[in-house]
């Protein structure tokens, strides 16, 4: 347990008997949330009915049975035909009912602000999609949106769901490696910009990096700009390239397509330990679906709510945000910028100004803000705020005090959240109901069997073990993008019929859930992870570089920053001063500056297995001055002895 305290925030009986996850108990007949997990267990098909009934979903076919596990847990289907489509529950529904009411709230860089009505954002989606059918996108087609938050950002996201085809979110500053790799995988017929957009003032382009990524993506017909600063000169490639603006205001409107629950809509590229990104497949009657579920039953978020969740489109909580808070009804908005520019107090004045009722950040973000002091958060009325979450990281129990009671005031709770992409949301979370403790999670989120495993594939409690999910959800991804095998050794191949997430885990004596680490070498930097491979790669391919390891090791504001060890070749004339900083260039512009490299170590050789397999667990051990622990496999010891004398 280290130095966590216990129960720091309890819920005020009004806050828990008010609460969406209560009203859900009641529906059942339940008491609390043990009971809710038994019955669950006990009756899954009557527990996902229960949650439909809930949710309220729009279905073009109603669905015949929530579920379909015949072909084994791994390729579990729900919502045995149904029918529907994320844009009708996400936008078409709510402005037949709601209107004039504000779906999406934005605000730039440079203070500038729009808002779309839910009629407003149905009526762009509408065109957005018949100008997609213009550009030949069709139903199954893979689209690339490569955009900042902004509020084309959301209509495309829309549109490309309306028309039955595949969205591929990537996150706004990745270099054209990383982009190439991703949409070559899907086959990517057409990738969305802007021309362009601010940061800390500056003007970041865009335009560069698509034009490189469709020179060599052969499936990309058109890119499709954004013109997010008209003041920036943008070439546009005749015949490929065209105008938002020019294209979509007078395109004829598009009804959705009739998707099925199984239809993908998404995938997400997420990075692992080894190989290039997966790509999470997503439809549906799931993403969307496990979205809203947890933002009601987790967050206690309902229509009178505006959710501002610090992110990107590129990272899960940028589609989450986006599905669940339009599907809720509720009002959702987008920044563009920094926290703290141009001063430390603008992510308050955006509260304040916008009145942001839920604020998502992650732990990252509030250790850096704290560094300016409390006058910044004083200076602002944040008595809007009701509920605040978490993601992308653990904590450190200071940081979570300050947010809990600078931002929140000590009345609201910090849901911390923790799950991934390929879940769709959460596995572990706070609720409304439940004592929360600095850094905790009271629960598994309703609906995920969760449970830790020790070595033996037993439950254990008081002890750090494997994360596990026991039953199916509708979250799940469908497996990775031409990658079956993939999918089933990464979630499936540990325990018979249990995911393994790879993460650890401790259930503590009192019921509180902890998140220990990751079980596997993904590295997180601020809550964006990358796979040690993906960077590898990049290195080696320098000419003066022979071998290269990639590990994440802590740091006091980021939670990992990443290092990475280099064998360069000794016929190299290259200076080890000018290749240390050739290659945090090269990572830096392959991968986009968040993931720059903070060490670049120069080693004689890696520690490696006898089948030449790099062990990354030593190097980040040794180089941290940590316990070894088993190096049996080990061929050379000396590795680890000049990785030592490095010691960060």
């Not at 018949?130 to 030949?136: I, M, N, R």
């Amino acid at each position: 347990m280290g130095n966590e305290e216990r129960e720091y925030w309890k819920p005020a009986a009004e806050q828990r008997d008010a609460s969406r996850l209560v009203h859900f108990l009641r529906l059942l007949g339940l008491e609390g949330l043990q009971d809710l997990a038994s019955f669950q267990r006990a009756n899954p098909t009557a527990f996902w009915d229960a949650v439909m009934s809930d949710l309220s979903l729009s279905w073009d076919t109603a669905y015949r049975a929530p579920f379909d596990s015949a072909n084994g847990l791994p390729w579990t289907t729900w919502w045995e035909g149904g029918m529907l489509n994320l844009t009708v529950n996400a936008a078409s529904r709510h402005a037949a009912l709601q209107g004039g009411k504000p779906a999406v709230v934005w605000e730039g860089d440079d203070g500038a602000a729009r808002s779309l009505t839910y009629l407003e954002l149905w009526d762009e989606v509408q065109r957005a999609a018949g100008a997609l059918s213009a550009l030949g996108v069709g139903k199954g087609d893979a689209v690339g949106i490569c955009m900042p938050m902004v509020p084309e950002t959301v209509v495309l996201f829309l549109a490309v769901a309306c028309i039955g085809a595949i969205i591929v979110p990537l996150f706004s500053g990745y270099g054209p490696h990383a982009i190439i790799s991703r949409l070559e995988n899907c086959d990517a017929k057409l990738l969305c910009i802007t021309n362009g957009f601010l940061r800390r003032g500056n003007t970041v382009s865009l335009k560069e990096t698509a034009d490189e990524v469709a020179g060599t993506v052969t499936s990309i017909e058109h890119v499709l700009v954004v013109n997010r600063l008209p003041d920036h000169a943008t070439a546009m490639v005749e015949g490929r390239d065209v105008w938002y603006h020019d294209i979509v205001p007078g395109a004829a409107r598009r009804n959705p397509a009739l998707t099925s629950a199984e239809d993908p809509f998404m995938i997400i590229y997420t990075s692992g330990t080894t190989g290039k990104p997966k790509g999470t497949v997503h439809v549906h009657g799931g993403f969307p679906v496990k979205a809203m579920q947890d933002m009601i039953h987790c967050f206690d978020l309902r229509p009178s709510d505006r959710l501002l969740w610090f992110t990107d489109i590129g990272w899960m909580m940028g589609p989450w945000a986006i599905c669940g808070m339009l599907m809720i009804g509720g009002t959702l908005v987008l920044y563009e910028g920094v926290p703290d520019h141009p001063g430390p107090d603008r992510l308050w004045s955006i509260i304040e100004h916008h009145r942001v009722t839920a604020l998502g950040i992650a732990p990252t973000v509030i250790r850096a803000l704290m560094q300016h002091g409390d006058d910044p958060v004083l200076s602002h009325d944040l008595s809007s705020l009701r509920i605040l979450g978490s993601s992308g990281e653990p904590w450190n129990v200071e940081p979570w005090k300050w947010f809990q009671n600078m931002v929140g005031g000590g009345r609201c709770p910090i849901i911390n959240y923790s799950g991934g992409t390929e879940v769709s949301g959460g596995i572990l979370a706070g609720n409304l109901l439940l004592p929360m403790a600095p850094c905790s999670f009271t629960a598994p989120c309703p609906g995920m069997d969760a449970a830790v495993f020790n070595e033996q594939g037993q439950s254990v409690t008081e002890e750090v073990g494997e994360l596990v999910v026991l039953q199916p959800w509708p979250g799940m991804t469908r497996g990775f993008w031409k990658d079956r095998d993939r999918y089933l050794e990464t979630y499936w191949s540990r325990f018979p019929g249990v995911w393994v997430h790879g993460d650890w885990a401790e259930i503590t004596d009192d019921g509180l859930w902890y998140i220990r680490g990751r079980s596997d070498d993904t590295i997180k930097i601020a809550g964006k992870r990358v796979g040690p491979a993906e960077v590898e790669s990049i290195l080696v391919g320098h000419p003066a570089v022979l071998e290269a390891a990639a590990v994440g090791i802590p740091d006091p504001v980021k939670g990992e920053g990443l290092a990475v060890f280099i064998v360069p070749d000794p016929a190299t004339a290259t200076s080890l001063e000018v290749l240390r900083e050739e290659l945090t260039n090269l990572v830096s512009h392959e991968l986009g500056k968040a993931l720059k490299p903070s060490h670049v170590e120069i080693v004689p050789a890696l520690p490696k297995t006898r089948n030449a397999k790099v062990l990354r667990r030593l190097i980040r051990a040794a180089y941290l001055g940590s316990d070894l622990g088993d190096t049996s496999s080990l061929e050379n010891q000396e590795s680890l002895q000049a990785i030592s004398l490095l010691r960060h």
